[in-house]
């Protein structure tokens, strides 16, 4: 007996009782980007391994243990995009985008990793992005923060999400924080679980963000960054907490705010919920200055966000929303009506192009056809039967209202319908 087909475990399918909500969200964020300035780019979702090798860190949870790799025939080792920044930086490096230019840029799409599969937390995971290059003022890290506030006004999410921001200052500030940082946990070593342990030489900053109860104390006390900050770095930060505030967007400072890979710099940021359990993390993002320069490009400033589309559907569904549904339904008796039908659909879907008309399918009585036009929502069904063809004219059966069935004439049919409701 073979195997029952069924999607691989932590990649779901996108059901049409879902997808609304998905659509929602993606064209409300395809109308902040276009208010913004900001230009689509579509990234392939297979990249040179190396590359994210390079980029995200090789001492990393991502790179180590949660990348879905493969040597290809020609015994090229290649991954399925874990995230899209890397990409965005790979094809603005091959394709000349950041020479002299500033860059506004978004994407969207699947991402994956091999993670242990919960509620909010998916193998095959879906981000929108946001990547900006060529500019180096708080203000562009602002810019980005108020989009994605942008955005939450408008899915109606602002209340449920909050904003924690921090600075990782310069690459040479966290050098010497780093020797600071690793002092203090070696006099702690036994009280570092194993994972911290292994990261205390390669990347200590990421023990910051261990989640990890036992350590929590610990943590708490070793040595804050902001502390080792130069005044530019400082300075900086403090523009913007300034352009922050100005807009009316709360925030709190979280100096143990690291974020998991490797190429940030200065501001970092996460918004959060409560309302999502473990996975509270809905959008994160912040400046990655040294980035284009380590993928062998000139030094060039970047700033950035990812969303967890997943994570932002589950808070919408927590909310009403009201589904567009068609607004007409077609029904008919006969052969001749059935091809009439037909024309009828097409002369009203170029008529009334902001309405759903479905033409019925597949025979059956009137009674079963109005049963379907029942169940798709539609407001109205309408009817060609032998009186309908021999008169040109069309019966509407009000499905939603309670009004009489009337007749009207074919050629006034589109104007009773775009005025209706």
């Known amino acids: 007996m073979s195997k029952k087909l069924q999607a691989i475990r932590g990649m779901h399918d996108i059901l049409p009782d879902k997808t609304p909500l998905w659509q929602l969200l993606e064209g409300a964020m395809f109308d902040v980007c276009k208010q913004y300035g900001y230009s689509e780019i579509r990234m392939p979702l297979v990249e040179s391994t190396d590359l994210f090798c390079r980029s995200i860190g090789e001492v990393t949870d991502i790179v180590e243990k949660e990348m879905y790799t493969f040597e290809d025939r020609n015994g090229d080792s290649l991954s399925l995009r874990p995230e899209g920044t890397a990409s965005c930086v790979r094809a603005g490096l091959e394709h000349g985008l950041f020479y002299n230019q500033i860059q506004r840029l978004w994407y969207q799409g699947p991402m994956f990793r091999h993670e242990r599969p919960q509620k909010g937390r998916y193998r095959q995971f879906h981000q929108i992005g946001i990547e900006c290059f060529g500019m180096s003022g708080a203000e562009i890290e602002a810019e980005v923060i108020l989009m994605s506030y942008r955005l939450w006004k408008k899915l109606g999410l602002e209340s449920e999400l909050s904003l924690e921001i921090n600075t990782l200052g310069t690459s040479e500030e966290r050098a010497v924080y780093k020797e ?242």
């Open 180 to 421: 600071t940082l690793v002092s203090y946990f070696n006099q702690h070593i036994d009280q570092l679980d194993e994972d911290s342990q292994r990261r205390l030489t390669a990347n200590p900053l990421r023990i910051l963000d261990s989640k990890n109860p036992a350590m929590q104390t610990m943590i708490e006390a070793a040595p804050r960054l902001v502390d080792a900050l130069g005044d530019d770095s400082r300075e900086h930060f403090e523009q913007l907490q300034t352009y922050l505030k100005a807009a009316g967007v709360g925030f709190t400072i979280n100096p143990r705010l690291v974020r998991g890979l490797d190429y940030y710099s200065h501001t970092v940021f996460e918004w959060t919920t409560s309302s999502l359990g473990a996975q509270g993390t809905v959008c994160a993002g912040g400046r990655y200055d040294g980035l284009i320069d380590q993928l062998g490009g000139k030094k060039t400033p970047a700033v950035g966000l990812a969303m967890g589309v997943e994570r932002l559907v589950l808070l919408l569904e927590q909310h009403e929303w009201e589904v567009a549904k068609p607004l007409a339904y077609i029904v008919y008796q006969g052969d001749e009506a059935r091809a009439k039908a037909l024309q009828l659909a097409e002369q009203l879907r170029d008529e009334l192009p902001n309405h759903g008309v479905i033409l019925h399918c597949g025979g059956g009585s009137l009674k079963s056809q109005f049963k379907k036009a029942d169940k798709v929502g539609a407001e109205l069904a309408l009817i060609l039967g032998e009186e309908e063809i021999k008169e040109n004219t069309v019966s509407i059966k009000f499905l939603r209202d309670s009004k009489e069935q009337q007749q009207v004439p074919q050629n006034e049919l589109s104007t009773l319908l775009s005025n209706y409701g």
